[in-house]
């Protein structure tokens, strides 16, 4: 399964059963968050097999059940919007903007791997008691992702017109290139919080692409989703993003 067809494939699933995740999959995932926490600077970690990974802890929104292996997107404190504000600076807007995307990247790895996954925001998570991952000075943990073998089949995804999320040359998305037509219907199923879909992408007049944040809850990280979803979907194009 390649990153498309993960996109494809991938739903926010909530229940899951008591089967365990093969050992050989939390390797190769291990791996590559292990790279990717490189790369971004994050301290994304791994818990699996637990009674409860959300540590007894409220979820944002959404009911959870079965939930045994979670993802903890851990970043520094100042990336923290526990309760979906907007960020105060472009260092911040651009930290949570790596949590979305980084985030998104680790969900559809597991995807590949044959697992469903679903985000999730926990109410308190930074003063949990006895949490499974590790906080060093200065870090937070707001958001999760939810990993295992689903229980239930995957509800209906809902998205708003390209028209709506997106802006290209005349308004004239007929001659938009296929590389950002194709970008933008992977970014529409992108996962954002109650499904506000809170980006909107512009094919500028030299070919590069703007990408911003609208209002809504935590919107730059539903931006760094939309954003590596985009990536994957116009590729073998290179996005240059300005």
């Known amino acids: 399964m390649d990153l498309l067809e993960a996109i494809e494939a991938r739903h926010a699933i909530r229940a899951y059963t008591d089967e365990p995740v093969a050992a050989d999959t939390l390797t190769a995932l291990e791996s590559d968050i292990a790279r990717w926490n490189e790369e971004s600077g994050l301290h994304m970690q ?20 079965g939930v045994h292996n979670a993802i903890a997107l851990i970043c520094p404190a100042a990336g923290s919007v526990a309760n979906g504000e907007a960020a105060l600076s472009p260092e911040e807007a651009a930290l949570q903007e790596r949590v979305g995307y980084y985030g998104e990247m680790a969900a559809l790895r597991a995807v590949q ?30 958001w999760m992702i939810a990993f295992g073998h689903g229980a239930r089949a995957a ?25 950002f037509t194709a970008g933008m219907e992977a970014a529409m199923a992108a996962p954002t919080s109650l499904s506000q879909q809170p980006f909107h992408f512009t094919l500028n007049d030299d070919g590069t692409v703007s990408a911003e944040a609208l209002d809504g809850l935590f919107a730059h990280v539903g931006l760094g989703t939309a954003k590596c979803h985009f990536e994957i979907g116009a590729a073998p194009h290179h996005v240059e993003w300005r």
């Open 155 to 179: 509800g209906r995804r809902r998205t708003k017109p390209m028209e709506t999320l997106a802006s290209v040359p005349g308004d004239d998305f007929s001659q938009a290139p296929d590389w």
């Open 46 to 65: 791994i818990g699996a097999g637990l009674d409860d990974a959300f540590c007894g802890l409220k979820t944002h929104y959404g009911r959870f059940q």
């Open 113 to 142: 791997l044959e697992l469903q996954t679903s985000w999730a925001v926990l109410d308190g998570a930074a003063a949990a008691a006895n949490p499974w991952w590790t906080l060093t000075e200065g870090e937070t943990a707001v």
